[in-house]
Nanobody, 124 residues
């Protein structure tokens, strides 16, 4: 069982930056694929960025070049650095963990564990 707790959300002006953190419980954190998703109200939760056990990262086209994902296995924490934020980045951001051995997984159903979410609001 893995418990995930996100932090770092808030209100920022367009063009600004935020860094989200996700702290995970458990002793096997390094073996999990970690992903970030976001959701706007009734819309589907969409994939944002992921990082696997080999530290390989991948991103949705909408955030490429602006967002970066990283992990610190010693601290059981994954980060999402968000730069050049746009109003359309406004959403609740969720951290997720998967024990899948597949690579570059980006579907909601591929992830086993989810955090409670943190709100990011980008004002124009």
């Amino acid at each position: 069982q893995v418990q995930l707790v996100e932090s770092g959300g808030g209100l920022v002006q367009a063009g600004g930056s935020l860094r989200l953190s996700c702290a995970a419980s458990g002793r096997t954190f390094s073996r999990y694929v970690m992903g970030w998703f976001r959701q706007v109200r009734a819309k589907e939760r969409e994939f944002v960025s992921g990082i696997d056990w080999s530290l390989s990262t991948y991103h949705a086209d909408s955030v490429k070049g602006r967002f970066a994902v990283s992990r610190d296995n010693a601290k059981n924490t994954v980060y999402l650095q968000m730069n050049s934020l746009k109003p359309e980045d406004t959403a609740v951001y969720y951290c997720a963990a998967s024990d899948s051995r597949a690579i570059r997984i980006s579907e909601h159903g591929d992830y086993n564990y989810w955090g409670q979410g943190t709100q990011v609001t980008v004002s124009s």
